[in-house]
Structure formats: C-alpha cells, structure tokens
C-alpha cells in the first residue's frame, strides 16, 4: 500500500490528506541522504535536514481555527514546494494544521475554541473533538522541543481576523514569564512578514503561542495575514511578503536584522473584555474594524444588566466577538505607544 509520504513524493497535497483523514493519519517515518520526515497525526509533519548549522528550530502553525484559509494555503504550497524538491530546509521544522474537522466544514471550531485550551486548559472542558486534539497538538510540541533543546524554537501561529482592520495584518507576542527580553529581531522578522502592528501581551492566556512561549520557551507570535476568505478565493497577491520570507526563513535565506523599522505600530493590551452573560452585547452601531479607537467615556458594552464605558481615552478595541462562550474573551482593548 502506498504511503501517505509516497504520496507527497508523487505530487499529493498534504492539505488535502489532511482534510481526507481528519479523525486520524497513521504516523510513519521516511528517510533519505538529506532529510528524515515523519508525519506524526493528521496534519502534523516534522521536516529534519540531517545536515544543518542552524541555530533555530521552527514551529509553524496553521488552521488553530478551521476557516482562517490563507495561511493554510500559503503552508500547504510550502510543504508541495520541499516534497518536489523546489524548497529546500535548512533547520528542523513541525508543521501543524491544527483542525482538520472544522477546516472540512469552514468554521472556527467544531465544540470548542481551540485557540482557548492550550497550557493544559483543555484539561477543564467536557472531553470533545478540540479538548483531544490540544493535547496530541501539545504532546508533539513538547516532543520537539525535547528533541532539539540545543536549538532556539521559534514559533509563527498564521491567522486570519473575522473583522477588517485598520492594520490588516498584525502580531501578537505573549507575555512570557520565561522571556528575558524582548527580541527586537524577532519584531523584524514579524514585519517583513507584512504586519504594520505588533501587540504586546502583559499576562498570561491559554492560546497556541503563550504555550509554546511559557512552556517551550519559544520565540513566538500569533499572526494575523488578513482577512477571512473560504478556500480557493484568497487574494492571494495580498500574502506576497509572507509567502517570500516564510520560504526565505526555512531555506535558510532570510537574513536576520536587528530590529523593525519605525514605520511599525506598537501596542500594549490594556484589558481583555470577558463575556459574562448570555445578555452581552456592544453598544457601538455598525460594524467596526480592528482597531477602532474610543474616547473615555465611551460606552463600549453591556453585560448582566451593566453598562462598561472605556477607562481611558484612545483605547482600541480588536477581535471583538458577541457570539462567544460565556467566561471567554469577547474583545481586546489596546492603547498605541507613544
């Protein structure tokens, strides 16, 4: 019988295995003079060059949420790119597509956020397909890391935002209790991928990228590419920078500056905005984009028979969700640096 790796040798997509095994995709090893792959679960593939003086390991994440599209396509290119020999790798790197299930019916999430239940969150929810699948998702991880612990691991989770954006693309670096200092490159390299913002994070969360940072001790970023769009019609020429410097990096061909230029919007979350009633609802009319700026005073939300106005004036509200689980957060609210 042929092999799930025979068939990517021959042209196959790995997307598409992905999405035709989504329950379950037998782990096998593959090894040549160059490489040794592995495929480790349905949608997770470990590409390791045998020769490498890299000084990184890279983790690159995509499809946390099943109908953020662009960054699964530009990923899945990447891994037909490697198998038909026209990318080579030069560090060792895990590719994970994070759920398969809720790409096949082009939804966030089957039963559960899954971008909520990392850090061992998934531990306190009823047992559902997300719960699962964080914890195979945070074995592989640790494996990895355990792997390569003489390698710096850096950790790119590729999004896209269900809102427009004043910054249509943009960054999150969690806050990290392990982190010693802020890498200015890192905040480079997340620019050349196409972000005009980076937030910084000043607490804890239960997301992909605060796991690996707090846990693994990554150098790592959620990364927001764009917009929304169902598979086959992203814009795509919108994802051109990220498509070139993530092939540039895992070829060994980007070159490292030290730090972004000043054309970079820096932000610092102020406060999460926590959905505690069935009643909550914004106050503002209309759609709003990412990044919408308030006055103090403003009244920003209503929940379990409150009104909240924003403390501060300048405040800018991103991923503002109603629709979300009570006790999850239905917004951010971020305040630019001077």
């Known amino acids: 019988m042929i092999t799930t790796i025979q068939k990517l040798l021959e042209g196959a997509s790995f997307l598409e295995i992905t999405r035709e095994n989504e329950d379950h995709l037998a782990s096998e090893v593959f090894e040549n003079t160059d490489y040794l792959i592995s495929i480790r679960g349905t949608g997770i593939i470990k590409i390791i060059p045998k020769k490498t ?13 099943g109908n953020e599209t662009a960054p699964i396509e530009i990923v899945d290119a990447i ?4 198998f038909s020999g026209n990318l080579h790798f030069t560090s060792p790197t895990l590719i994970i597509f994070g759920s398969p299930k809720s790409m096949n019916i082009a939804k966030r999430f089957v039963d559960f956020n899954l971008n909520r239940l990392f850090a061992g969150a998934w531990k306190d929810i009823s047992k559902c397909y997300e719960t699962q699948r964080a914890k195979e998702i945070e074995d592989v991880c640790y494996e990895f890391k355990n792997e390569f612990c003489n390698l710096s691991l850096c950790h790119y989770d590729l999004h ?3 809102k427009p954006s004043k910054h249509e693309k943009f960054a999150i670096y969690p806050f990290s209790n392990k982190r010693k200092e802020i890498s200015m490159p890192q905040i480079a390299f997340v620019q050349d991928l196409g972000c005009d913002a980076v937030l910084f994070s000043k607490t804890k969360s239960t997301t992909f990228s605060c796991f690996s940072a707090n846990e693994l001790e990554a150098e790592s970023f959620t990364v927001e590419l764009g917009k929304v769009w169902p ?8 994802f051109e920078k990220a498509k070139t ?6 070829s060994g061909n980007y070159h490292e500056k ?9 932000y610092d979350v102020h406060s999460s905005i926590i959905k505690q009633g069935e009643d909550f609802k914004f106050l503002y009319e209309g759609e709003v984009e990412n990044f919408t700026t308030f006055t103090k005073e403003t009244p920003l939300y209503f929940d379990i028979n409150n009104i909240y106005k924003t403390q501060e004036s300048d405040l800018a509200l991103i991923f503002p969700n109603e629709s979300v689980e009570i006790g999850q957060r239905a917004g951010l609210l971020v305040k630019k640096r001077s």
């Open 160 to 162: 896209t935002a269900i």
């Open 79 to 82: 891994i037909s790119d490697f």
């Open 231 to 238: 598979f086959g019609q992203n814009p795509m020429l919108k």
């Open 245 to 250: 410097v993530l092939r540039d990096l895992l």
């Open 258 to 266: 030290q730090g972004p230029t000043k054309e970079l919007s820096l």
């Open 53 to 65: 003086n890299s000084k990184n390991s890279y983790l690159i994440s995509t499809a946390i949420h």
